[in-house]
């Protein structure tokens, strides 16, 4: 909710979306807080379990099989990387972007809704690190200052 160009900043980054996309879900465990995005809010399916959580139930509720997940504390989204994320994703789960020595970005990536069994799984097992999935899912990795 930190005011970004005068409005929070969560409102900054699905008004940078809305063009591009065709549906934006909400992430979040009060729906009532992010009504005035006028867009759809997901809790998580479970409580407390942390980021997996997050993207397998906005996932889950999606109604696309190719899926763009920002977090919400990203202001300025790069449209054109986000692009050409989904460009190369043919043939993957996940698009994940990496900067520097091995500094992923899961929260920032393309994810397909193939991924839906395997993060169930590692939500069951209690294994809440989103990078297991690269153990279970197919991954393209790209340099987050690829242009």
């Known amino acids: 909710m930190l005011p970004v160009k005068g409005v ?4 900054h980054i699905v008004s940078q979306l809305e063009s591009h996309f065709s549906e934006i879900i ?3 465990g009060d729906i009532e807080k992010y009504s005035f995005l006028n ?39 790069r449209i054109d990387f986000v692009r050409k994320m989904l460009d190369i ?28 069994p395997a993060a169930r ?10 990078l297991r999935l690269f153990e279970m899912v197919k991954v393209k990795f790209i340099r987050f200052d690829d242009r």
């Open 8 to 11: 929070p900043m969560i409102g």
């Open 26 to 28: 909400i992430g979040a």
């Open 39 to 77: 867009h759809k809010v997901i809790p998580d399916e479970l409580q407390g379990r942390g980021p997996l959580m997050g993207i397998y139930s906005c996932l889950l509720s999606s109604g696309n099989d190719l899926n763009f997940v920002t977090a919400c504390d990203i202001p300025d989204i």
């Open 89 to 116: 994703s043919a043939g993957t789960d996940i698009v994940m972007p990496v900067s520097g020595e091995n500094k992923y970005e899961p929260l920032h990536a393309v994810y397909r809704k193939t991924i839906i």
């Open 121 to 130: 799984k590692l939500l069951e097992e209690n294994k809440l690190k989103i």
